[in-house]
């Protein structure tokens, strides 16, 4: 293992610095607003505040799924928050949730509204609300609940660990991205064991367990989490790469994931939505780019 200049922690820690790194400018050490701005609310009961990361994607693959089922008062209103700008700061936000973390989740079908910070609290809440995608038989509810607080749990070592160290930390530090590299291959290697199985992530039902591991999980396999399927030999993990192929195919996964989208092409992105048609309008602008 190569040496890394030896740091001695002080007694008593002080932010003096930024602390490197592809984040550093939005990282602090406290809580609270650092600005006033309210929070939009567009015309429909449900108000998403969002960005389409992994934990963003969770909610909109899910409204979008029950949407699809015929689920009216899931309709919603997807506002972007810019992270690296600071929105997730606003007096508004941090209203909503009070650890200014995407997504949150606003239910103006009640009064007063419902605020649900936190992608697997949205999901749970969601999915109870409409009674879809969350097994009422208990064995199969708690061993859906089960996946996701694992995922909740367990994407912090591939995120803030593995991720960080390996993609956006301002220096490689071969001990921390071994340190998580290991976990996040026993992390692959308990799904994997865990889909050889099963055809979803608790059976043959597709469920909130799925949408949430799935954008965290399947983004390794397929290489766009990181760059770093190939460092991870995601290949070898053929039972999850089997199963984050079969929930990438479903249509209502495409439409969430575009939504709050700011990252790939324009094809990827729908930069906020309030409409189910905004869908057809996106792409019928796409196609009208092509033809000029």
Same mark, same amino acid.
């Given at each position: ?90 007096? #508004?936000?941090?209203? =909503?949730?009070?650890?200014? !973390? %995407?997504?949150?989740?606003? *239910? ?6 419902? &605020? ?46 593995? #991720?960080?160290?390996? =993609?956006?930390?301002?220096? !490689? %530090?071969?001990?921390?991205? *071994? ?6 291959? &026993? ?69 969430? &994931? ?35």
């Amino acid at each position: 293992m190569s040496a890394t200049p030896e740091y001695t922690p002080p007694r008593v820690w002080k932010w003096d610095r930024e602390s490197g790194g592809a984040f550093a400018s939005i990282n602090r050490p406290i809580a609270g607003s650092t600005h006033d701005k309210d929070l939009p609310v567009g015309k429909h009961p449900l108000q998403l505040y969002s960005l389409g990361t992994p934990n963003g994607v969770k909610v909109t693959v899910l409204l979008e799924e029950l949407l699809a089922l015929g689920h009216a008062g899931a309709e919603y209103d997807a506002w972007l928050i810019n992270i690296m700008e600071g929105a997730q700061f606003s007096s #508004g936000f941090v209203d =909503a949730n009070p650890n200014s !973390k %995407i997504p949150a989740l606003m *239910d103006h079908s009640v009064d007063p509204p419902i &605020r649900v910070f936190e992608s697997g609290a949205i999901l749970f809440y969601l999915a109870e609300k409409f009674g879809a995608f969350l097994p009422t038989e208990p064995r199969a509810r708690i061993e859906c609940l089960n996946w996701v607080f694992w995922q909740m749990a367990s994407t912090p070592f591939l995120g803030g660990g593995f #991720g960080h160290f390996y =993609a956006y930390a301002p220096v !490689k %530090i071969e001990y921390a991205i *071994d340190r998580f590299a290991m976990e996040v291959k &026993r992390q692959l290697d308990v799904l994997d064991r865990n889909l050889a199985e099963r055809e979803y992530m608790i059976g043959d039902t597709y469920t909130i367990a799925d949408m949430a591991i799935w954008p965290w999980y399947g983004a390794v396999v397929t290489n766009e989490a990181y760059q770093a399927a190939e460092f991870l030999e995601a290949h070898t993990y053929g039972h999850l790469a089997r199963w984050a192929e079969l929930i990438g195919g479903r249509e209502t996964v495409r439409r969430g &994931r575009m939504v709050n989208g700011v990252f790939g092409g324009p094809e990827d992105q729908l930069i906020e939505r309030h409409d189910a048609s905004d869908f057809e309008t996106r792409t019928r602008d796409k196609l009208g780019e092509i033809d000029k």
